[in-house]
Structures are given as structure tokens and as C-alpha cells.
């Protein structure tokens, strides 16, 4: 085995949301992947989540970024830059310039870096006319990152079973349990190590939803998820603004 720690930094894509533990805190795919690799190479096995939800990604390289290259892991896992393709101040040139800086970075200590071509969230979402064209840039970006520095990449967007709603949770944005296990399918896959097969496992989409009631839950979802994410954003708040790293220390993995 390779690896003998790992560093997962980001945000709430790899936080975990929406995958919660019975505490109410939550597991996710990063949670799953450092499981499996400590079975592979053993107890002395570390693992540390610095992810938090909300973070937008001069927030990831400020905070996280020097705390996973402190830690000097085998393996780091570097998601950024949704939150702020959501944004209105969005600068894409400026993020694909800093992402590029930042992966040199981590490769330069040695480390193998996991970086990921989003899944198309846009599909369920308003907002698609302004929003889909930065995904596509940023995921062009981080395709072209991976290949000049020699990481390892995981591409969402190529895998189509990303549009089945059961892979999503109810505000539309995270993923669910199922979304979170093929992600972690797809990571092992792509560092060659097996996983749990019924993490592949496709949930059978809900039946089409008469239009009535599909507009009902749109109101529904606006209401619960999108008002509060307004609200957030006219006030100059996130979600993780009081959250702290839920697996802050390179220690042995522990469920």
C-alpha cells in the first residue's frame, strides 16, 4: 500500500453533506475512501478531513492548504471553487490561475493529489445560463491541471448516473448517502484499490411526477433551501460559518 495517510481539503463536497452519521455529523465520501485505505495499509493508517461547507476557495488555499501540506500526507484531496462559480463576483480567470498555483503546490512536497470534475448539479437547479458555463470552464481547468502535473483525476461529469435525482439530496445541491458511496467508488477506482461493490449500486429512479405536483415541490424546495441561501448571501453569511473541520488531526481512522 502506498499511502499512509490522507488530507482531504474543501468544502462541503467533501465535508460530507448530505451524508449524516446518527450524530448529525456527517461521513461522505472522503470518510469512505480513508475507511477503505486503512484496511489496505493498517492501523498506523492517518487521516484528517479539513473540509468545511461554505468555504469559497481563497477561504480552502488560506486555511486548509498550508494545514494538509504541514501535515506532509501521502495523499491529498483538493475540491474548490463551486461556491464561488455561484457567486456574482466570480473571476474565473483568476481561480483557474490560483487552482493551477495550488495543485504545484501540493504535488511539490511530493504528495499524489485527487482532483475531481464536478457532476452536473445544474440539471436541477435556476440559474443554469449563468452557472453551467463556469462549471464547464472550471472542469476544462482542473482536467488540464491533473494532466500538467501529474494527478490523479476523478471526472464526475463523465459519469451520466449523476443525473438520477436519488443521487442528490432534497435541497438539489449535495449529494446524497448513494451520491457520496460512487464518488468513493470512483476515488478507490482511480488510486487502483477495490471497494464495496453496492457502492456502484444505481438507485432506481422515482417515477415521473405529474407537473402539478412538481411545481408543488419547487415551491417546496425554494421555500426550505434556496430563500435561506439567498438570505445568506444578502448577508454576507455561509453556512459553515460555525462549523469547524470535523477530522482536524492526522490520526488512525475511526468510524
Not at 435556476?126 to 491533473?146: D, F, I, K, Y
Request: with cysteine.
Amino acid at each position: 500500500m502506498r499511502w499512509r495517510s490522507f488530507v482531504a481539503v474543501g468544502d462541503s463536497f467533501t465535508e460530507g453533506m448530505d451524508d449524516a452519521y446518527p450524530d448529525g455529523t456527517y461521513r461522505g465520501w472522503a470518510d469512505l475512501v480513508a475507511t477503505r485505505l486503512a484496511a489496505e495499509a493498517g492501523p498506523d493508517f492517518g487521516y484528517a478531513n479539513l473540509a468545511i461547507r461554505g468555504r469559497l476557495f481563497p477561504s480552502v488555499v488560506a486555511e486548509q492548504v498550508p494545514a494538509a501540506l504541514a501535515m506532509k500526507p501521502d495523499l491529498i484531496s483538493f475540491a474548490a471553487g463551486g461556491n464561488d462559480a455561484l457567486r456574482r463576483t466570480f473571476d474565473p480567470d483568476a481561480l483557474v490561475t490560483r487552482f493551477d498555483d495550488v495543485v504545484r503546490q501540493l504535488r511539490s512536497g511530493g504528495a499524489d493529489v485527487i482532483l475531481f470534475r464536478f457532476a452536473d448539479v445544474m440539471a436541477r437547479l435556476p440559474g443554469q445560463r449563468l452557472v453551467a458555463p463556469r462549471m464547464e470552464l472550471m472542469n476544462r481547468a482542473v482536467g488540464e491541471t491533473a494532466e500538467r502535473h501529474g494527478a490523479i483525476l476523478v471526472d464526475l461529469y463523465a459519469d451520466d448516473t449523476f443525473l438520477n435525482p436519488m443521487l442528490w439530496s432534497t435541497d438539489r445541491l449535495h449529494l446524497s448517502a448513494a451520491g457520496h458511496r460512487r464518488v468513493a467508488a470512483q476515488v478507490l477506482t482511480a488510486l487502483g484499490v477495490g471497494c464495496e461493490e453496492e457502492w456502484l449500486l444505481v438507485p432506481e429512479q422515482p417515477a415521473p411526477t405529474p407537473w402539478l405536483a412538481a411545481r408543488a415541490a419547487d415551491l417546496r424546495w425554494a421555500g426550505q433551501h434556496l430563500a435561506p441561501w439567498i438570505k445568506r448571501r444578502l448577508t454576507g453569511r455561509s453556512s459553515g460559518d460555525t462549523v469547524t473541520a470535523k477530522r482536524p488531526l492526522l490520526g488512525p481512522v475511526t468510524d
